[in-house]
């Protein structure tokens, strides 16, 4: 099979696929979801095919399977901890065994929220505070300033610990509540920013798609 005919190939499913989806915007049919199904499914195989070539074969190879006679009894040991842990998240789709499971699930939420939370201080607050107090330009310190104060408010804003009342409600010091509204009024123009940028990238995807479409189309009939 020829390039060429792949190129056919690939254009007119993309086309039937584009189709199917639009169909969308008459009612919820059938043909639409077939179309999100197959690109669901080719996302996720695409996924799950790079995730093990990129990741998964390369770290066993440089450890489990290494034939360096260096590799030491606790490389290897530290090479087989994505596959134990990988095993745990498996049973938790087992009813008896979901239990064992969490293990798995509590390593992964800890590590990623150690990570995050130390990536958080060292990669953006510690740098905001430090270029907001060696810069001498008004606009980069007031710049500075509001990164880091909404920085700051944010991380407030998604911590939970306060005690509580004999209510049961949240009983919050009147500074903790303030620096909690001024970090939800940050995240809720960050997501504003982002939802905008979202659907600007969505208009420009969807002209892209249209005019491969049509010039695809054209082709075809000039042919």
């Known amino acids: 099979m020829t390039v060429e005919n792949l190129d056919l190939i690939a254009g007119w499913a993309g086309l039937v696929l584009t189709l199917m989806v639009f169909s969308y915007l008459l009612a919820d049919n059938f043909l639409y979801r077939i179309a999100v199904h197959v690109l669901i499914g ?29 590799t030491s009894a606790s490389i290897r040991a530290l090479g087989m901890l994505p596959i134990f842990l990988g095993v745990l998240l498996l049973l938790k789709a ?43 330009d008004h606009e980069s310190v007031l710049n ?18 306060s005690r509580r009342r004999s209510d049961g409600e949240p009983a919050n010091r009147v500074h903790i509540r303030t620096l909690r509204f001024v970090g ?32 695809f189309i054209l082709d075809q009939l000039g042919g």
């Open 144 to 161: 500075g300033a509001v990164l880091l104060v909404g920085t700051l408010c944010t991380l407030v804003y998604f911590q939970y610990l």
């Open 42 to 70: 080719t996302a996720g195989a695409y996924i799950a095919i790079a995730a093990v070539e990129e990741v998964l074969l390369p770290w066993l190879r440089a450890t489990v399977f290494s034939d360096d006679a260096e």
């Open 94 to 136: 087992s009813p008896r065994f979901a239990r064992m499971g969490n293990l798995g699930t509590v390593f992964m939420i800890g590590i990623g929220t150690g990570v995050a939370l130390v990536g958080a201080v060292i990669g953006t607050v510690l740098p905001l505070a430090r270029d907001a107090s060696n810069s001498f």
């Open 184 to 215: 939800q009024g940050f995240v809720t123009l960050t997501l504003g920013a982002l939802y905008a940028s979202a659907i600007l990238t969505s208009l420009s995807i969807f002209s892209s798609v249209i005019q491969d479409q049509l010039r």
